[in-house]
C-alpha cells in the first residue's frame, strides 16, 4: 500500500508522467518562459471551463488577493470584510496595502462567511468584501452580492480553495465560484484542487476595463513596454506552470468526483458517531472537498490527531488560530471571544487526508483508526 499522506502528489504525477514530461520539455526547447503561449493557452482554456471572460495568471494565490484590491483602487483605511476563521494570506493582503481587515465570524456548520455579521460590520469606511470559499464550498453569495450592491462594495472571491465549485442562485442558475464578485482570485499552489509544480495563482473577472487594469497592475503597470501609468508588481504565472496546469485542468472534474468519492466513504464511517461532525454540505453549493474537516466534541481533538500520527496516517489543524488572535492582526480591534464560532472551530477541527488518489484499503484504515481513537 502507497504510503497515507494528507496531499498525494507523487501517485498522481505517475499517472500522467509522459505528458507532463513533454509538456515540460516543450517549453524548455521553445525558451519561451515567460508570457509564452502557454500562458495564454491556459489562461483562455480556464476562462471557457469557468464561463468567464477574463482569466489572468499570477505568480501565487495572495498576490493575486494584492492586485485585485490595487485593481479595484482601494486606498489606505479603506475597510475591507473578510472571515476571521480562513488562511492568513486573505487577511495579509489587505493589511500589506494598508487596508483595515474587519473580521467576521463564519456559520458554524459550513465554516464560510456570516452574511448577517457581514452587514452588522459595514460602516461608511467599508470598500470590499472578501468571501472565502473556504475547504471547497462556496461562501452563500446570492445575500453578499444583494448587500455589496446596496451598500456599492466590491466583492473580490478568495477561491483558492474551491476553483470549479459551482453556486446556485435562487433562480437555479449555477455559476461557478470566483466568476461571481467583481474578481476571482485563486492559487495554483501544488497542493490546491488545481496545482501545479511550483508556486502560481490567478484573477478571474467579466469586466473587461478591470482585466486591461489588472493584466497592467501585475506587469510592473505598464500596458506598453517601458512606460508605466501605474504602481505596479511583477507577477506572473510561468510557461512551464502553465504548460502543467493545461493537463491538469482537463483533470479538474474527475479529481472533485475522486475527492467526492473519498468524502463519502468517510462520511458513512462517521455520520452516526457521537464524538464526531461530518462535514455540512451547503444546499446552494457543490462541494469539491479541497478538505475534508470533521468536527470533534466530547474528546480531544488534539489527542486524535496523536493517535492517527501515532499509526503513521496525518491530519491537519487548518486553522489552529483565529485571525483575530494572531499577533499579527490582533490589534486593538479584537479580543478574545468575539467571534465564539471561528474561536469553538480552531478548537474542535481536524482534516483527514484527502487528496484524488486514496484507495479503499487507505480510506479503511483511515476511517478504522479514527473509530477505534474514540474506543480506545
Ligand atoms: C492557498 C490560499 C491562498 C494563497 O495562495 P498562495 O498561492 O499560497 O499565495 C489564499 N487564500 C486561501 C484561502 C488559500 O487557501
Given at each position: 500500500?502507497?504510503?497515507?499522506?494528507?496531499?498525494?502528489?507523487?501517485?498522481?504525477?505517475?499517472?500522467?508522467?509522459?505528458?507532463?514530461?513533454?509538456?515540460?520539455?516543450?517549453?524548455?526547447?521553445?525558451?519561451?518562459?515567460?508570457?509564452?503561449?502557454?500562458?495564454?493557452?491556459?489562461?483562455?482554456?480556464?476562462?471557457?471551463?469557468?464561463?468567464?471572460?477574463?482569466?489572468?495568471?499570477?505568480?501565487?494565490?495572495?498576490?493575486?488577493?494584492?492586485?485585485?484590491?490595487?485593481?479595484?483602487?482601494?486606498?489606505?483605511?479603506?475597510?475591507?470584510?473578510?472571515?476571521?476563521?480562513?488562511?492568513?494570506?486573505?487577511?495579509?493582503?489587505i493589511a500589506l496595502l494598508k487596508l483595515t481587515p474587519?473580521?467576521?465570524?463564519?456559520?458554524?456548520?459550513?465554516?464560510?462567511?456570516?452574511v448577517e455579521a457581514v452587514e452588522k460590520a459595514i460602516t461608511p469606511k467599508t470598500k470590499a468584501i472578501v468571501p472565502v470559499h473556504l475547504f471547497g464550498q462556496a461562501a452563500d453569495m446570492e445575500p453578499l452580492m444583494n448587500l455589496a450592491k446596496k451598500h456599492n462594495l466590491f466583492i473580490i472571491e478568495d477561491v483558492a480553495q474551491a476553483i470549479g465549485c459551482d453556486y446556485t442562485f435562487s433562480n437555479g442558475k449555477k455559476v461557478k465560484t470566483g466568476t461571481i464578485g467583481d474578481i476571482g482570485c485563486t492559487s495554483f499552489f501544488p497542493s490546491k484542487n488545481l496545482g501545479c509544480y511550483g508556486d502560481g495563482g490567478a484573477l478571474f473577472t467579466n469586466d473587461d476595463t478591470l482585466a486591461e487594469k489588472i493584466k497592467m497592475i501585475a506587469n510592473h503597470g505598464q500596458s506598453v513596454q517601458y512606460y508605466h501609468d501605474e504602481i505596479g508588481v511583477n507577477s506572473r504565472l510561468d510557461s512551464i506552470q502553465a504548460a502543467i496546469l493545461r493537463i491538469k485542468l482537463k483533470q479538474l472534474d474527475a479529481y472533485a468526483e475522486a475527492r467526492n468519492h473519498a468524502a463519502a466513504y468517510y462520511d458513512s464511517a462517521f455520520v452516526k458517531h457521537l464524538n464526531i461532525t461530518i462535514p455540512a454540505r451547503f444546499s446552494k453549493s457543490n462541494h469539491v472537498f479541497h478538505q475534508y474537516t470533521l468536527k470533534i466534541e466530547g474528546a480531544s481533538r488534539d489527542e486524535l490527531r496523536n493517535y492517527l500520527q501515532s499509526k503513521n496516517i496525518p491530519a491537519m489543524i487548518y486553522y489552529p488560530v483565529p485571525l483575530h488572535m494572531q499577533k499579527a492582526y490582533s490589534n486593538n480591534r479584537y479580543k478574545p471571544g468575539d467571534f465564539p464560532v471561528t474561536e469553538q472551530l480552531c478548537k474542535s477541527v481536524i482534516s483527514l487526508p484527502m487528496h484524488t488518489e486514496l484507495n479503499e484499503e487507505q480510506l479503511n484504515i483511515i476511517t478504522q483508526s479514527v473509530l477505534s481513537f474514540f474506543n480506545k
Open positions: 500500500m502507497n504510503e497515507i499522506r494528507m496531499v498525494d502528489l507523487s501517485t498522481q504525477y505517475k499517472k500522467m508522467k509522459s505528458e507532463i514530461d513533454s509538456a515540460i520539455h516543450n517549453v524548455l526547447d521553445s525558451t519561451a518562459f515567460i508570457k509564452g503561449p502557454e500562458v495564454k493557452k491556459f489562461e483562455e482554456e480556464l476562462a471557457t471551463y469557468l464561463n468567464v471572460k477574463h482569466v489572468i495568471g499570477c505568480a501565487n494565490g495572495t498576490d493575486a488577493l494584492q492586485i485585485a484590491m490595487m485593481a479595484l483602487n482601494l486606498k489606505p483605511g479603506d475597510e475591507v470584510i473578510t472571515a476571521s476563521f480562513t488562511y492568513v494570506a486573505t487577511a495579509e493582503a474587519v473580521l467576521v465570524d463564519v456559520y458554524p456548520n459550513t465554516f464560510t462567511i456570516d
